[in-house]
């Protein structure tokens, strides 16, 4: 069974890689330059996906700069540090970026269907703290009907499915989960800042680090604070 | 009222720029690079919207060529000619690009809530003997699901609205419309082919050319044949 991965490089999506290697499919691994701040964890899709040994992995190219929106794609806007994981449950954060979810989810779409694809997996979670829109089920569900009706995979025969092995999961769970499959933890990236190691400070990596530490674990990646 | 228009350069979209300023819009346009056969309709993209003297134009770059599955997209797959309109109602196109609407709506969803505008106009258009699924009105809601349940501004307050003024228009109503509404035929681009003049014998270049005959009305355009 093929199946088309977004992986960022990150934690999640690079669990759900493993989980989806381990559901028996032949990975097609899909990561997105849009120009985001952190670009540097496009290497570390590429190493992760490498590691796994997946079929192809394509990057996308686009540039969500161009009207910005987002801390994440607007270097006037500052990302958020050292927020308690109660602060970060508050609100939307400024690095929510408008529809970006919705624009991989298009171009996995698009890619599955050309490759005859069965599966898209996603590594989104609507329990992270994260508050993001487009991580949540009900949004997951009304993607599953535009792959349905938006395609004529889906229209002459059966639809491309969104697997969301994440999705009611604690970041501790998924770390336990990650463990059990061999998830390379050292090779992977969540860092929002552009340095060359990890910020420690930024929500990702403070998400990351509270989930090793309330696991009494050792996140093996070297951060700068 | 702010509104994202997307808009190719052909007849139906230059239409619903035309009527989305007629409603009173404050129009943004937005065209796609996608490395198309036919890119030169993005040159009459950015003459129509000049001529229309709309606020800004967006030109997003990314290659669909990545994976190809469209005649549109893949050299080795040949353009359709000379069909008849039976003919082109019988199946879904090889000139169908798989999920680009999807991809296109997706990105005209993160421009409208970048801007804060209310409405995304697309002159899709479920009777112009096309097939594809990517037009229909059950497709359309399906994305407006997506509109509402994938951003911060459908989460917070009122969803940003896909208007398709053409849904239901038989592509001579569409030709009457832009009469009424002064559209610019010459400076628009239909045809499929890669030439300097309009093919005049690829599906795009016949359903055009079949409408305006319909009407007894002359293209003003140059065709090839």
Tied chains: 1, 2.
């Excluded at 990150?10 to 499919?25: E, M, N, P, R, V």
């Excluded at 089920?137 to 792959?147: G, K, L, R, S, T």
């Excluded at 998400?207 to 996140?219: K, P, S």
Aim: proline share 4%; hydrophobic share 40%; with cysteine.
């Amino acid at each position: 069974m093929k199946a088309v991965i977004l992986l960022s490089g990150g934690l999640d999506s690079s669990t759900i890689l493993y989980k989806a290697q381990a559901d028996g499919c032949e990975c097609h691994t899909i990561s997105f330059d849009y120009q985001q701040r952190h670009r540097r964890e496009l290497q570390s899709a590429l190493t992760v996906a490498q590691k796994a040994g997946i079929v192809k992995h394509q990057v996308v190219n686009f540039d969500l700069r161009q009207w910005g929106g987002s801390a994440l794609t607007d270097d006037a806007i500052d990302l958020p540090q050292e927020r308690s994981l109660h602060e970060m449950s508050q609100n939307i954060p400024v690095t929510y970026v408008p529809a970006r979810n919705t624009i991989f989810l298009s171009f996995a779409l698009g890619y599955a269907e050309a490759i005859a694809a069965e599966r898209v997996y996603i590594g989104v979670n609507a329990l992270d703290y994260s508050g993001y829109p487009d991580c949540r089920p009900d949004y997951i569900q009304a993607m599953q009907e535009v792959f349905r009706l938006g395609t004529k995979q889906g229209r002459e025969g059966e639809p491309i499915n969104i697997v969301v092995p994440l999705i009611n999961l604690k970041k501790t769970e998924i770390i336990q989960l990650g463990n059990q499959l061999g998830v390379p933890w050292e090779l992977t990236w969540s860092c929002y800042a552009n340095g060359d190691v990890a910020c420690g400070v930024c929500d990702s990596c403070g998400l990351r680090l509270a989930a090793f530490a309330e696991l009494g674990l050792v996140d093996p990646l070297a951060y700068a604070s």
